[in-house]
Structure formats: structure tokens, C-alpha cells
């Protein structure tokens, strides 16, 4: 069992930055793949990028490749979101899951956290 907890979000203009945080406690964390989804209004949840266990190996998906960065703190169970460049395409609910296949979500969601890219 893995609970997980988003922070980070807000308003940002395009162009600005923000980092989200997603906050794990439960199983051994180091051990555990972690993602970040995000929904827009009126769209299906998709998958942003991904991060193994050992924080080593990373993917993307291409709309965000170069702008944004997964990273990991294992000694804090915490994953990084850093969001540079955003555009307002980014808006939505930014979810956090963890134990996930490559980018096949598991059942391990958090409660999100909202971004919202306007000027």
C-alpha cells in the first residue's frame, strides 16, 4: 500500500515555471516506480513522465520533452515535477501515481494538484 500526497500547484503564466512535489509514504519508496499524469478540463487523464526507483532512468512524453524534468529525492520519498516553458496547453490536474508500468498507471493515485497556465 502507498499513499501519496501532491503539492506545487497554481497560477503561472505562460512562459513561467513551477515545481510539484508528490510526497510518498507506505512501501519501501527507493524501491517503487513514480509518474506524473495530468487531466485537462474535458479530456481523458494522460500520462507526463515517469521515474525508476533509482531515479536513473526517466520518460517522457514528447509534448513536454525538454521542458520538463522528473527527478527524485529517495531519502525525502519525494518526486519532482519541474515545469519550465509552460504553455496553456498544461493546464489541468497534475496527478502523482506510483508502482507504475512504464506509463500504465497503477492504482496508486493522489489526490492532485491543480496548474493553471494564463496570463
Known amino acids: 500500500q502507498v499513499q501519496l500526497e501532491e503539492s506545487g500547484g497554481g497560477l503561472v503564466q505562460p512562459g513561467g515555471s513551477l515545481r510539484l512535489s508528490c510526497t510518498a509514504s507506505?512501501?519501501?519508496?527507493?524501491?517503487?516506480?513514480v509518474g506524473w499524469f495530468r487531466q485537462a478540463p474535458g479530456k481523458d487523464r494522460e500520462f507526463v513522465a515517469a521515474?525508476?526507483?533509482?531515479?536513473?532512468?526517466?520518460v517522457y512524453v514528447d509534448d513536454v520533452k525538454g521542458r520538463f524534468t522528473i527527478s527524485r529525492d529517495n531519502a525525502k520519498n519525494t518526486v519532482y515535477l519541474q515545469m519550465d516553458g509552460l504553455k496553456s496547453d498544461d493546464t489541468g490536474v497534475y496527478y502523482c501515481?506510483?508502482?507504475?508500468?512504464?506509463?500504465?498507471?497503477?492504482?496508486?493515485w493522489g489526490e492532485g494538484t491543480l496548474v493553471t497556465v494564463s496570463s
Open positions: 501515481n506510483a508502482d507504475l508500468l512504464g506509463s500504465t498507471p497503477s492504482d496508486y
Open positions: 507506505g512501501r519501501a519508496f527507493s524501491t517503487i516506480s
Open positions: 521515474i525508476d526507483g533509482s531515479g536513473v532512468h526517466t
